[in-house]
């Protein structure tokens, strides 16, 4: 794992980027990508020889990090035995991996429709729900991110979703509850909660429950925050659902997979949903892969009647290769349960202690390998550390955290007013102290933007 520097090497990679690849949410002339020479473990490195501690997991999907050999192995294997086949036909892989998803979601989410990532997995829930109740609505939440694709976009709650809203999606939106910032002027979790259930009924009764398929939440909110729901509200949720006749969708495409120290979030509010999409940590990301797990009731739905969706690659053999050879180390290396672990006993005290020392940390939330730090300017006031979807100059104390970190051999995740804590969940004790450490540092400099 000891980087070998070969500067010629990554400028020509770097070239060739520059070149011809068109970077996602990217102002192309703007941005100078790293040229990444290798990754093991909760580690990369560029051609410099530089090594950085993943505090992102990719995009927090690596969740056995970086080219575990069993699932390396798995793929091989794969490969060599058949690396494609139509989704029409009954492949080992497919089938193995549907059904040790199927053991571990809740409730009877038995069927599974495998997808290519997260995105187009909540555009075919959100299709299964409306053909399931002939009602052309969705309500989201505001602080949300289902995906990029047309739909999931559309019901994506934060600013990467206002270019391409026309408003024409049949999205209604909703404020889900977050009592630091609260929109229900609660003064506790239980007062939260109770608001933000009303909110969403009166929601529901004048938009028109018969006019309403699905309601889509994050179990918790991964890049809008790490929200946890307070006790009760989910529960609440999926009341109104069943008394309005309104699927619940519950979007665990980054909570999913032991994120939370539980294979799903949903297991940590004991709550069913009608569908659940995954992606992400189901294989680690090592091969492109989502999915959405089916209730029994909308599964009936299309017992006799043909679902009319399918995408060319679903369940690609070598990606539910991938799916079966993670679950399976993640249960033989008791990794979900080691995330629970580290989360309470090393993650959550350390971050506490920052906050304590630290100005800019105004709260400090989150469970499992799953965390977030709001950066505040003020911590009476709640001034975020930079205004809201803040870019350029604006974003410039933020943009000083982030460099201070990566000088320090730690390569955070950032977005907007936060960073999040999200290393692989296989990381080991030693490992997060590093990152915890670096941290700190990186801290110092976005207390000198504290008003």
């Not at 989410?109 to 997260?118: P, R, S, V, Y």
């Not at 080991?428 to 801290?443: I, P, V």
Request: aromatic share 10%.
């Amino acid at each position: 794992m000891t980087p070998q520097p070969n500067p010629q090497v990554g400028a020509a990679v770097k070239a060739a980027d520059r070149k011809h690849v068109f970077h996602s949410w990217s102002a192309q002339e703007l941005i100078d990508p790293l040229a990444v020479a290798g990754a093991e473990g909760s580690y990369f490195w560029d051609y410099e020889g530089n090594r950085y501690l993943d505090f992102t997991s990719g995009l927090v999907y690596t969740n056995i990090g970086y080219q575990h050999p069993k699932v390396v192995a798995a793929i091989q294997e794969q490969a060599a035995t058949m690396t494609t086949f139509a989704p029409a036909f009954a492949i080992e892989s497919r089938s193995e991996a549907a059904r040790l998803i199927a053991e571990r979601t809740p409730g009877d989410l038995d069927k599974i429709f495998f997808t290519n990532a997260g995105a187009d997995a909540v555009e075919h829930a959100l299709r299964m729900a409306r053909l399931h109740t002939g009602r052309p609505k969705v309500l989201a939440a505001y602080r949300s991110y289902h995906g990029g694709t047309q739909q999931a976009i559309n019901v994506t709650g934060d600013p990467r979703r206002w270019a391409s809203d026309t408003g024409s999606a049949g999205v209604v939106r909703f404020w889900a509850p977050f009592l630091y910032r609260s929109r229900f002027f609660a003064e506790t979790e239980e007062q939260e909660c109770a608001r933000a259930l009303e909110h969403l009924e009166t929601t529901i009764q004048f938009e028109g429950p018969a006019t309403i398929a699905a309601i889509i939440l994050e179990t918790v909110p991964g890049t809008a925050g790490i929200m946890l729901p307070p006790a009760g509200y989910l529960a609440g949720v999926r009341e109104l659902c069943d008394k309005y006749g309104i699927v619940f969708v519950l979007d665990e495409v980054m909570a999913g997979f032991g994120r939370t120290g539980e294979w799903f979030a949903a297991d940590l509010y004991d709550v069913t949903p009608d569908l659940l999409t995954f992606a992400k940590g189901v294989n680690s990301g090592y091969v492109p892969l989502g999915g959405v797990a089916i209730s029994g009731a909308i599964a009936e739905t299309f017992a006799k009647r043909p679902y009319p969706g399918g995408l060319t690659y679903s369940g690609h053999p070598l990606a539910c290769a991938a799916a079966v050879a993670t679950i399976n180390v993640m249960e033989e290396e008791g990794i979900v349960a080691h995330a629970a672990k580290l989360g309470a006993e090393v993650v959550e005290p350390a971050l506490r202690e920052l906050a304590e020392r630290h100005p800019s940390v105004g709260e400090v939330r989150g469970v499992g390998m799953f965390w977030a730090l709001e950066l505040v300017r003020d911590r009476e006031t709640r001034e975020p550390l930079v205004p809201y979807a803040a870019a350029g100059e604006a974003n410039a104390p933020m943009a000083a955290f982030t460099g201070a970190a990566k000088a320090n051999g730690l390569w955070p995740f950032v977005n907007m007013n936060r960073t999040h804590v999200v290393p692989a969940l296989n990381i080991t004790e030693a490992e997060l102290k590093e990152g915890l450490a670096a941290l700190d540092a990186a801290l110092a400099v976005a207390d000198e933007h504290v008003a």
